[in-house]
């Protein structure tokens, strides 16, 4: 996905495997079988399709960001409020919020690239994503490391919401049943 935006892929690559490697380091294998392990005894079918979900509220933002192709961080954010899964988590104050940047901010080239993946980035791609002439993320969630760092880089960072985002992509996969 960072390719996309023009991060080398061999810079994409080292930066992810070193993220990569320390979730992996921070999970206990155990907790991926718990949930299998449940549907077994109790003869349930399970299926797992939260990465599939990710993809696809991360395609329905890109198409519906390239199309309204927003100029100012006021009208991306405009744009994320009309979607009714994040209209709905405004009305708890889980709607999308301005991390990095401001609303008179120029948007310039806009990735969702944080929307689908797993976890955050590295901290350290930040400079190299703006570096390929992005100028604002739409992500789920960011730590404070990586908050300063895109801060750092110059980077709009809009974070549409985890819950809110995680609904839009289970909501799409059950509008084609």
Not at 73 to 92: H, R, T, V, W
């Amino acid at each position: 996905v960072l390719n996309q935006d023009g991060v080398p892929i061999n810079i994409a690559e080292g930066l992810m495997k070193e993220r990569i490697e320390e979730v992996a380091r921070g999970v206990n294998r155990l907790n991926h079988q718990r949930t299998v392990d449940t549907a077994k005894i109790l003869g349930f079918n399970l299926i797992c399709l939260h990465t599939a979900c990710d993809n696809l509220a991360a395609k329905f933002l890109k198409e519906k960001i390239d199309k309204e192709n927003p100029e100012r961080i006021e009208d991306l954010m405009s744009l994320l409020k009309e979607i009714p899964e994040y209209k709905e988590a405004l009305k708890s104050g889980a709607g999308p919020k301005i991390f990095v940047g401001s609303e008179e901010n120029r948007c310039g080239k806009i990735s969702v690239a944080e929307i689908t993946g797993g976890t955050e980035p590295s901290p350290k791609i930040y400079e190299k994503i703006a570096q390929a002439g992005v100028g604002t993320i739409v992500g789920m969630h960011m730590g404070e490391e990586s908050r300063k760092e895109a801060e750092t880089s110059n980077l709009n960072i809009i974070i549409a919401g985890h819950m809110s985002s995680d609904s839009l992509g289970v909501n799409l996969f059950l509008d084609e049943l």
